[in-house]
């Protein structure tokens, strides 16, 4: 059983185009999250939802907006993609034993 | 704010050697402190955890200890496998909030 699932696994994609990511997760977990990990493994927090409100909203463009339908789904929506887009997506949902991330979404952006 | 310094990589040793990867944090009040490994191709996994001073934090061989008077939390394994071979990052938790700042994660390579 997978607790925390993003679809897709790849994604590539012309530039210009929308697209976006979706993130399950079935631990009952209160809050979620998005990280972009860029090429040099370096994990970037982009938004935290607690409970279907956004509680953080680093400084991430405005083509990015993630959508919250209820407490176990937080799924990210990627406008007019750039190159500089490329990276590797991870979910995550906290609760009281820490984070279990999702197995990541690598955007590829041509 | 709070963050969290951990040691450049890569770090390539062979198996059996002994590891170990730097971390140093900075934080008002007292946070709890965690590895995470991230294997090729996956999420990243928790590895061990301390909550407050002087705790340590073990599992599958690796430990690390909670040191306030350091602010460190290094992570040490006495005999690396090729297994081991993965990234590996530092995160902190700002005491009383569940949010998560990660280091720059350091990457093992373990030859046999």
Not at chain 1, 8 to 23: A, E, F, H, R, W
Not at chain 1, 53 to 80: C, G, Q
Not at chain 2, 10 to 21: C, G, N, R
Not at chain 2, 63 to 82: D, I
């Amino acid at each position: 059983d997978t607790a925390v699932s993003q679809t897709p696994k790849y994604l590539v994609t012309q530039m210009g185009n929308d697209k976006s990511i979706k993130c399950e997760q079935n631990l009952g977990h209160d809050t979620m999250y998005w990280y972009k990990q860029d090429s040099k493994k370096f994990l970037k927090i982009m938004f935290s939802y607690n409970n279907k409100e956004l509680i953080i909203n680093e400084t991430v463009p405005n083509r990015f907006s993630p959508k919250s339908p209820d407490k176990a789904h937080l799924n990210l929506h990627i406008n007019s993609l750039e190159l500089g887009d490329s990276a590797v997506y991870f979910c995550a949902s906290s609760g009281l034993l820490g984070y279990t991330f999702g197995s990541g979404t690598r955007l590829t952006v041509v | 704010g709070d963050s969290v310094t951990q040691m450049e990589g890569p770090v390539t040793l062979s198996e059996e050697a002994f590891l170990t990867i730097n971390c140093t944090y900075t934080a008002t009040g007292y946070p709890s402190l965690f590895w995470y490994v991230q294997y090729p191709g996956e999420g990243l996994q928790l590895l061990l955890k301390a909550t407050k001073a002087d705790d340590k934090g073990s599992n599958k061989g690796f430990e690390a200890t909670y040191r306030k008077e350091t602010t460190s939390f290094h992570l040490e394994k006495g005999s690396v496998q090729v297994s081991d071979s993965a990234v590996y990052f530092c995160a902190l938790s700002p005491y009383n909030n569940n949010d998560m700042r990660f280091g720059a994660g350091t990457r093992l390579t373990v030859k046999p």
